[in-house]
């Protein structure tokens, strides 16, 4: 069946650090693909989307590239600060209009 | 915006106790609802997908007796956790679409903390 997997955490990183999580997807056909974000006591919000191949889903300095060729959603951001430290979550949307999550990477940015 | 809030936010009942948890869509109407469940350290799990005026859709291995959900209306949902017990404690997430239209954003609530004693 369609999975996600991304890299365990926690991640703790400095001030102005670069970022990035790592996410695979097992998936039938060709789905939609997604990084949302979990700040402490809140729902989850999403952060960039990805609809097809190629595509780059950016917002608030994040990016991740849709990879068909190596079945990849790697999270980036260049510089980190305190405030992006939260629970990141990638997902798929598969033929059935269901979200099916990776485990969720926590992020520790520390000043 | 789109905000979907769910009350309780935290509940403590005892074992053998039915506990009902509220999603609301404030600002839209939603014709769908989903209800997740996640674990420490583990992914959301979709537990059923709820459209409003008709019967809830479960996920293979979700109880249907036990987590009776309810979509009365287009801005509110509820999950009912009938005769719970230690092992239903968990982080209950409800998320909501505006239109009934499939890869249509989900917004999602704050969750639900439930400890069953």
């Known amino acids: 069946g369609d999975s996600v997997t991304q890299m365990e955490g926690p991640v703790t990183l400095s001030e102005e650090a670069f970022l990035t999580i790592n996410c695979t997807y097992t998936a039938t056909g060709y789905p939609s693909l997604f990084w949302y974000v979990q700040y402490p006591g809140e729902g989850l919000q999403l952060l960039l989307k990805a609809t097809k191949a190629d595509d780059k889903g950016s917002n608030k300095g994040f990016e991740a590239t849709y990879r068909k060729e190596t079945t990849s959603f790697h999270l980036e951001k260049g510089s980190v600060q305190v405030s992006d430290s939260a629970v990141y979550f990638c997902a798929l949307e598969n033929q059935g209009g269901k979200l099916i999550f990776g485990q969720g990477t926590e992020l520790s940015v520390k000043p | 915006g789109a905000v979907v809030s769910q009350h309780p936010s935290r509940v403590i009942c005892k074992s053998g106790t039915s506990v009902k948890i509220e999603c609301r869509s404030l600002d839209f109407q939603a014709t769908t609802m989903f209800w997740y469940r996640q674990f420490p350290k583990k992914s959301l799990m979709l537990m059923a997908t709820?459209?409003?005026?008709?019967?809830?859709?479960?996920e293979q291995g979700v109880e249907k007796d036990k987590f009776l959900i309810n979509h009365a209306s287009l801005t509110l949902s509820t999950l009912t956790v009938t005769s719970a017990h230690p092992e239903d404690s968990s982080f209950y997430i409800c998320?909501?679409?505006?239109?009934?239209?499939?890869?249509?954003?989900?917004?999602f609530g704050p969750g639900t903390r439930l400890t069953v004693l």
């Open positions: 998320s909501a679409q505006k239109e009934r239209v499939v890869r249509n954003e989900q917004f």
């Open positions: 709820s459209n409003e005026g008709s019967k809830a859709t479960y």
